[in-house]
């Protein structure tokens, strides 16, 4: 099926390619072919950059995340769908009357042929712009800690000394004095000025608070009237919200009115709707202060009238167990001095040096009687150890007895004393040398002649 194009505006001719289908007598199309062909021909219509105002918003969904909502602008709508990651990626809370620039296509939805703009990109249009910002350098510092509740410094409940930074040319000034001498003139008010809007406000409120925060006061009221958005983006500076964040004295922000939040009211250590709100968050009223030193001198009195009490039950509850105890120790020491006091060794003394005296003559007799007895089996054991070695001396000797009688037999017979028995003697010099030539004896020599049966001396008086 052919479908006419007309050749200046490059777009579909419906109406002649009904007419031509109708002409050929062609069937026509199922309401399912008519939008797959519908969603075709959007299909091919390049990527658009679109700008309106967001009316009818609904999402994200609880289950998908999509957003739904229409953009508009005097003379037409369109309904647009926003997936979710591209959601989350924009970092922007939708809501109706907000001004978008939108980045997509076209598409046709074949379940019910409508007509949607799918949107790969948003961002915010005019004034919004300027939100984004503000959000994302919000966002930023809150990842940094500088709005953590546990960073934020207590402020002194009654502040004695207060510095304020603002304009010293406007009615706020005016407000916070009036307010501070009304609720409690004891106050002392010290007072900074500067410039809240236009170029360069940023730098001066920094060296105000440089300035305020030296003098030491309890708190710093940074404060300013009511204002557009655009007025109020001086408190919406990165340096001045770390200037707050980073002063050493306790900052507390009166900054437009109740609806108006900007970063510095994020990073300050006490946050107020209203420049009079934050003079009476820090000095309250003097009749209030009596009223509150009044009323905690009465719970004071009542408290300590009631610990009194307390202690009094508690001190009389501990004597008497302190009384019961002593009484409980003493008559148990009283039982056991009684107790010792009856003991042997003190009645009578003398029976432990008796005790010892018939133990040690019992001791003596034991031994006495047992001296014998341990003697006799000692000689018992002797004799019969002695009678064991004797019979063990025998066997041991016996087989070699034989032995030793043949080798007493044989050195007998080669003994020289056998050869001396039968009438020969040895002649030994004085020197103990055996004679076995008379021609080394000399005449008068001293001999020792030894015999069969004994020895005798003898002098040599000749050698042949």
């Given at each position: 099926m052919a479908w006419g194009r007309s050749e200046t505006a490059g777009r579909v001719d419906f109406a002649a390619a009904a007419e031509r289908q109708g002409a050929d007598g062609e069937a026509p199309l199922s309401?399912?072919?008519?939008?797959?062909?519908?969603?075709?021909?959007?299909?091919?219509?390049?990527?658009?950059?679109?700008?309106?105002?967001?009316?009818?918003?609904?999402?994200?969904?609880?289950?998908?995340?999509?957003?739904?909502?229409?953009?508009?602008d005097d003379a037409a709508a369109m309904d647009v769908i926003v997936w979710r990651g591209v959601y989350q990626a924009s970092g922007i809370q939708l809501r109706d009357g907000m001004q978008l620039q939108l980045a997509g296509k076209f598409?046709?939805?074949?379940?019910?042929?409508?007509?949607?703009?799918?949107?790969?990109?948003?961002?915010?249009?005019?004034?919004?712009?300027?939100r984004q910002q503000v959000a994302e350098l919000a966002r930023r510092l809150e990842a940094e800690g500088l709005m953590a509740p546990e960073r934020k410094r207590p402020i002194p409940r009654f502040c004695t000394r207060v510095a304020v930074v603002t304009s010293l040319s406007g009615s706020v000034i005016d407000d916070v004095r009036r307010t501070l001498r009304r609720r409690n003139p004891l106050v002392e008010l010290q007072m900074v000025g500067c410039q809240v809007q236009g170029p360069g406000a940023p730098a001066t409120i920094e060296r105000a608070l440089a300035v305020a925060a030296a003098a030491r006061p309890d708190a710093i009221l940074l404060v300013r009237g009511g204002g557009s958005f655009e007025d109020l983006m001086t408190f919406n500076?990165?340096?001045?919200?770390?200037?707050?964040?980073?002063?050493?004295?306790?900052?507390?922000?009166?900054?437009?009115?109740?609806?108006?939040?900007?970063?510095?009211?994020?990073?300050?250590?006490?946050?107020t709707s209203t420049p009079t709100?934050?003079?009476?968050?820090?000095?309250?009223?003097?009749?209030?202060?009596?009223?509150?030193?009044?009323?905690?001198?009465?719970?004071?009195?009542?408290?300590?009238?009631?610990?009194?009490e307390r202690e009094g039950q508690e001190a009389e509850r501990l004597g008497a167990l302190a009384e019961r105890s002593i009484r409980s120790t003493l008559s148990a020491e009283r039982v056991r001095v009684d107790s010792l006091a009856r003991h042997?060794?003190?009645?009578?003394?003398s029976s432990i040096v008796?005790?010892?005296?018939?133990?040690?003559?019992?001791?003596?007799?034991?031994?006495v009687d047992a001296i014998p007895r341990s003697l006799a089996q000692k000689a018992q054991r002797?004799?019969?150890?002695?009678?064991?070695?004797?019979?063990?001396?025998?066997?041991?000797?016996?087989?070699?007895?034989?032995?030793?009688?043949?080798?007493?037999?044989?050195?007998?017979a080669l003994?020289?004393?056998?050869?001396?028995?039968?009438?020969?003697?040895?002649?030994?010099?004085?020197?103990?040398?055996?004679?076995?030539?008379?021609?080394a004896l000399a005449e008068g020599d001293e001999v020792s002649v030894r015999v069969g049966k004994g020895s005798f001396e003898a002098r040599v008086t000749g050698v042949s």
């Open positions: 309401v399912s072919q008519a939008v797959s062909t519908a969603k075709a021909r959007v299909g091919e219509i390049p990527m658009l950059l679109v700008t309106g105002e967001v009316t009818g918003f609904r999402g994200p969904n609880a289950r998908s995340g999509h957003c739904y909502f229409q953009v508009k598409d046709v939805y074949v379940g019910s042929g409508r007509l949607s703009f799918i949107a790969k990109r948003i961002s915010v249009a005019g004034e919004g712009l300027l500076d990165e340096g001045l919200a770390r200037a707050v964040a980073a002063c050493p004295v306790p900052v507390v922000t009166g900054i437009g009115h109740e609806p108006d939040t900007c970063i510095c009211d994020m990073v300050a250590d006490r946050r709100a934050a003079a009476e968050s820090v000095a309250p009223a003097l009749d209030e202060i009596v009223a509150s030193i009044d009323d905690r001198r009465v719970r004071l009195g009542r408290a300590m009238g009631a610990r009194l042997r060794c003190l009645t009578d003394p008796d005790d010892r005296v018939a133990a040690l003559m019992q001791a003596e007799q034991r031994l002797l004799s019969d150890v002695a009678m064991r070695m004797d019979a063990a001396a025998t066997r041991i000797v016996r087989p070699h007895e034989q032995r030793v009688g043949s080798l007493a037999a044989t050195l007998d003994s020289p004393l056998k050869v001396l028995g039968r009438g020969y003697a040895i002649a030994r010099t004085t020197d103990g040398h055996v004679v076995t030539d008379a021609s």
